[in-house]
């Protein structure tokens, strides 16, 4: 059963503009979640958290979102850079396991 | 954040031959995890291993297929035991330095294992 689901295998977005990569969770313990991006041939590397007591975390060009409501989170890349073209798994947690999305590949087009 | 050192970072092995990834680690940590992520799947958790005690495994995953060992704070190997084409995968440790820094995991560079 995949309690957290990246919708969206691909998305393509065109130098400078906004990157919207979204995530869906359905357990509603959850109350952490986590961006890594992942190069090929490279292992994950964290990206930016969210704990459950918030609804937004920026960092620099990189905020995410949390509506618990929906259950959904989603990463802004503002604005978009041909070096943000990576692999993003989105990952929640409501203890010491987290678990991943399948992840979305982004590519960057200059 | 930590230093893993992950190896190999490939292999392909024969169907019925075992291989095992060795991960370092450049401080001492509690806990170390073993990740898979399968073609087109999610990354999964397959065990937690901890130094000085047996490993705990997810469901799914047990001890004879993928026999972990934790000899002190700083390295931990896994080893996929008796291989067959649906353990091609990407193998991944991992360390957690803790939620409360704001930090997840950090990963290892992995080992892409296919078996043919």
């Known amino acids: 059963d995949q309690q957290v689901k990246q919708n969206s295998p691909s998305l393509s977005v065109q130098e400078g503009r906004i990157s919207i990569l979204n995530c869906d969770y359905t357990?509603?313990?959850?109350?952490?979640f986590l961006w890594y991006k992942k190069y090929p041939a490279e292992g994950p590397t964290f990206l930016i958290s969210?704990?459950?007591?918030?609804d937004k975390n920026e960092d620099g060009r990189f905020t995410v979102f949390l509506n618990k409501s929906a259950k959904h989170l989603s990463l802004h890349i503002v604005p978009s850079q041909p070096g943000d073209s990576a692999v993003y798994f989105c990952?929640?947690?409501?203890?010491?396991?987290?678990?991943f999305g399948t992840g979305t590949s982004l590519t960057v087009i200059p | 954040s930590a230093v893993i050192s992950q190896k190999p970072s490939r292999d392909i092995c024969q169907r019925g031959t075992s291989l095992t990834i060795q991960c370092q680690v450049d401080s001492q940590v509690t806990m170390m995890f073993w990740y898979r992520q399968q073609p087109g799947q999610s990354l999964t958790l397959i065990a937690t291993?901890?130094?000085?005690?047996?490993?705990?495994?997810e469901s799914g995953f047990v001890i004879d297929k993928f026999p972990i060992s934790r000899p002190n704070l700083t390295f931990s190997t896994l080893t996929v035991s008796n291989m067959s084409p649906e353990d091609s995968s990407i193998y991944l440790c991992?360390?957690?330095?803790?939620?409360?820094?704001?930090?997840?995991?950090?990963f290892g560079s992995g080992t892409r294992l296919t078996v043919v």
């Open positions: 357990n509603s313990m959850f109350d952490y």
């Open positions: 969210i704990s459950s007591i918030k």
């Open positions: 990952a929640a947690s409501g203890g010491n396991q987290f678990y």
């Open positions: 991992s360390v957690d330095f803790g939620r409360a820094l704001g930090y997840g995991y950090t």
């Open positions: 291993a901890n130094q000085g005690s047996e490993a705990t495994y």
